[in-house]
């Protein structure tokens, strides 16, 4: 089946810091999403992104399907987007596979 | 719109003892599915339902049932829970496999 890995695996960040989060997949995919996993275990749709970009406040991401990668951007970063994120993805078939997150630590 | 909601949020078993959780989503999606969270992981597919009457075997089947009697409710079963069965178990739905999916808050399951 489709690999997904996401890199890295952990990150400690000041408050107000840039970040760059990247999801490496194996095969082609049909559905690309980003999640939050908040501390409360609460999955928060961040973006359905197969290709292409997309902003949202201070996030955005990017998904260059020909090359399999995606990359999640997080600008001014606060205390709140502290939690892990998911890449995920939906390749030939039904099934949504997740890469392992990465656990996102912001500091005051 | 609720959404996708789930039911319950918490439960302890005992080994051995049955129970279901119960998926509802109020979006019209045809698209259902229930994953496991085991600690410092992603979810894994259990089972999943492409349309009401319909079910199919996701990545980690065993030990759990489901029906799709109606199309707003998915249910998933423990027939003997085990602890390896401990975990959050997360609902999510879709229009189609390719759209986005839509999750639940979870529950969270405790098997002693």
């Known amino acids: 089946g489709i690999q997904v890995e996401q890199s890295p695996p952990d990150l400690i960040l000041q408050e107000g810091a840039n970040s760059t989060l990247r999801c490496n997949f194996s095969?082609?995919?049909?559905?690309l999403q980003w999640f939050h996993q908040n501390p409360w275990g609460q999955l928060i749709n961040l973006f359905y992104i197969p290709s292409g970009t997309k902003q949202n406040g201070r996030l955005s991401a990017t998904t260059v399907a020909t090359e399999r990668y995606s990359l999640l951007y997080i600008s001014s970063s606060q205390t709140t987007d502290s939690g892990v994120y998911f890449c995920a993805v939906v390749a030939a078939g039904n099934k949504l596979t997740f890469g392992g997150g990465t656990r996102v630590l912001v500091k005051p | 719109n609720a959404g996708v909601t789930q039911t319950p949020k918490f439960r302890v078993l005992k080994t051995g003892q049955s129970m279901t959780l119960l998926c509802a989503q109020d979006m019209n999606h045809e698209y259902m599915y229930w994953y496991r969270q085991d600690p410092g992981m992603g979810l894994r597919l259990i089972h999943y339902?492409?349309?009401?009457?319909?079910?199919a075997k996701g990545e980690v089947p065993d030990g759990y049932n489901v029906s799709r009697l109606k199309k707003q409710n998915f249910l998933l079963g423990l027939e003997s829970a085990a602890p390896s069965q401990t975990s959050v178990y997360f609902c999510?739905?879709?229009?189609?496999?390719?759209?986005?999916?839509?999750f639940g808050p979870g529950t969270r399951l405790t098997v002693t």
């Open positions: 095969d082609s995919v049909n559905n």
């Open positions: 999510a739905s879709s229009y189609e496999a390719a759209y986005e999916q839509y």
């Open positions: 339902s492409v349309g009401e009457g319909t079910t």
